[in-house]
């Protein structure tokens, strides 16, 4: 017999309002899959692009938006249970999309143990932040100890992730965020040197604080004018990693023309104009790494490892209950900028 879960689906783009709850069908897994009951859904800044009609790959709609989920397995493929998966294991998983629902099921190659220190939320409060800050860092920007690392929207989720990451392995750190708590706690919380306004002159202070020789790596979520700054912060070898376009979406509505503006204000890099200063460009999305998938395992291992050990932290913001309400709640939340660090979806029981 078919089963079903329920859903919180994107049926058209607009301000949160538009979310909807549904009863959708639910596929059975296959040999390599799990059921996993979600228990707790993480909220990024990406799905509220994908309701808003700005983010490029979406399946049809009507789907759930939600990249990452925490919660417990309730059956399990032939195959996965040959690698070890049974009935009771709590897992995260990460998706593509569809996060907000009571159920998913995916393959093994997407889910992750997580420790049993943490709670749902917690667990499900890591892998997207953590790993983009990991893959921004480690993989794309090769990071040193002792280098200089500015990062972007410190006080968000992967903000508050990549802080963590940089200081725990020996670097400068120097942030921006758009109020004073934020900033105070991403450096007396977190142990960055610095954080400037995101509002604010940022750009000569973050020269002053980085002295003469400049900023090693920046870590850019924002896009718009920003993305020029930070390049012209960097030092001879410096890299630039772009994995954001918050300033396209400053509202909870969807509006072209300053979505256009924020594009048209995000530098053009043309590769000649990197040789004479030295400098390097990344742009990553940790989902679509195709061929490299295999680099996310071993390093949410070493995330959770450290967050056993205390030396990470994910850090939740507030919770919102897993339904269409709580989602619309949740939205409105991120959109007013108000979160230090991430925001969750958890369910009732």
Not at 130 to 153: D, H, K, Q, Y
Not at 317 to 342: E, I, M, Q, S
């Given at each position: ?33 799990v059921h996993l009951r979600v228990r707790a ?8 692009l994908m309701r808003a009609g700005l983010y ?294």
């Amino acid at each position: 017999m078919p089963q079903t879960t329920r859903a919180i689906l994107i049926e058209r783009h607009g301000p949160p309002e538009v979310l909807v709850e549904r009863e959708i069908p639910l596929r059975n897994p296959g040999p390599e899959d799990v059921h996993l009951r979600v228990r707790a859904a993480g909220v990024n800044f990406a799905d509220l692009l994908m309701r808003a009609g700005l983010y490029d790959t979406v399946p049809p709609r009507p789907y759930s938006a939600g990249f990452e989920v925490a919660g417990e397995v309730v059956r399990v493929g032939a195959r996965a249970e040959q690698e070890g998966w049974k009935v009771g294991d709590r897992a995260v998983a990460l998706l593509r999309h569809g996060g907000y629902a009571r159920d998913v099921v995916l393959t093994t190659r997407q889910a992750f143990r997580y420790p049993e220190s943490l709670t749902p939320v917690q667990a499900a409060a890591v892998p997207v932040v953590f790993l983009t800050a990991w893959v921004a860092l480690f993989e794309a920007a090769r990071v040193r100890v002792g280098e200089t690392a500015l990062i972007l929207g410190a006080g968000g989720g992967v903000g508050t992730a990549a802080v963590q990451l940089a200081v725990k392995h020996g670097l400068k750190v120097i942030g921006t965020a758009g109020s004073q708590r934020k900033r105070d706690f991403v450096t007396r919380e977190l142990g960055a040197a610095a954080c400037f306004d995101s509002l604010g002159d940022w750009k000569t202070e973050v020269r002053r604080s980085a002295g003469g020789h400049g900023i090693d790596v920046a870590l850019d979520s924002v896009g718009g004018r920003a993305t020029g700054s930070c390049r012209q912060l960097l030092a001879p070898l410096g890299r630039l990693v772009f994995y954001g376009l918050s300033e396209a979406l400053p509202g909870a509505r969807r509006n072209w023309p300053r979505a256009a503006l924020a594009f048209l204000r995000t530098s053009w890099i043309h590769p000649r104009s990197l040789i004479e200063p030295n400098l390097g460009v990344f742009g990553i999305h940790l989902l679509h790494l195709k061929e490299r998938e295999a680099i996310l395992r071993p390093a949410a291992e070493e995330i959770y490892r450290s967050i056993a050990k205390g030396e990470l932290r994910p850090i939740v913001d507030r919770t919102f209950p897993l339904t269409r309400d709580g989602a619309v709640a949740a939205h409105r939340y991120l959109h007013g900028r108000k979160n230090l660090g991430k925001v969750v979806l958890e369910a009732a029981d």
